[in-house]
């Protein structure tokens, strides 16, 4: 039982390319969230998606976009990356009714 | 809009002595308050729920509502506690906000031998 996976796990993009971080989950989960994690900030929500098809912005979505593939994937892209988005991004996923978010292991970019 | 606070981004300790990292909330109604933990190089995982009031690894937290806090305590450190510690504030519990999960800032603990 994988849980949740994310890849790449390491990436390094130069100032204006695009690239898409996958999530993927193994456990029936309904919600799907993406997280960025900085220094001194914590954890800010980026998008997240309550259920298959529907997808709805967090507190910092501006130069993102996602898509619910499916129930299992959720991925996010970056159009045109920019140095402010040099970050770890953690994808997370919880089934309905319990409290409970299973994360993934993070993906460490660096926009330079 | 519901905000986490915590106010020490790094704590030091000795083994053996006790610890307690602050957290601190705002939120008008009733929120369900957690402790993350991420020891280095993995994961973030829930330490615990202040609605299970449980006792996990030797760690506690009472939700205060009058002081609005929800802070975790240790009596004796061990140097496997060493960790980031995240707080966390999910409102209306129960309710409508699909489990959207506040995060505090974050505070690294560092428990010497």
């Known amino acids: 039982n994988a849980g949740v996976t994310q890849t790449p796990k390491f990436q390094v993009l130069k100032t204006g390319q695009s690239m898409t971080l996958q999530c993927a989950q193994d456990?029936?989960?309904?919600?799907m969230y993406w997280y960025r994690q900085d220094p001194g900030m914590g954890l800010r929500l980026i998008y997240y998606?309550?259920?298959?098809?529907?997808?709805d912005k967090g507190e910092v979505p501006n130069g993102y976009n996602v898509s619910r593939l499916n129930k299992r994937e959720f991925s996010l892209r970056l159009e045109s990356a920019a140095p402010s988005q040099t970050s770890v991004y953690f994808c997370a996923s919880r089934i309905q009714g319990y409290y409970g978010y299973t994360f993934g292991s993070g993906t460490r970019l660096t926009v330079v | 809009a519901q905000r986490v606070t915590q106010p020490e981004k790094l704590l030091s300790v000795f083994k053996g002595a006790p610890v307690e990292l602050k957290c601190n909330y705002s939120y008008s109604g009733s929120p369900e308050l957690f402790w993350y933990v991420q020891y280095s190089r993995q994961r973030l995982q829930l330490l615990l729920r202040?609605?299970s009031r449980e006792s996990i690894k030797g760690f506690t937290a009472d939700l205060n509502k009058g002081e609005t806090s929800f802070h975790l305590k240790k009596p004796f450190a061990q140097e496997e506690d060493s960790a980031m510690y995240y707080c966390a504030l999910l409102p209306n519990a129960g309710g409508t906000s699909y489990g959207k999960l506040t995060f505090g800032q974050g505070t690294i603990l560092t428990v010497h031998p």
């Open positions: 998606s309550a259920s298959e098809g529907t997808t």
């Open positions: 202040h609605i």
């Open positions: 456990m029936n989960h309904n919600s």
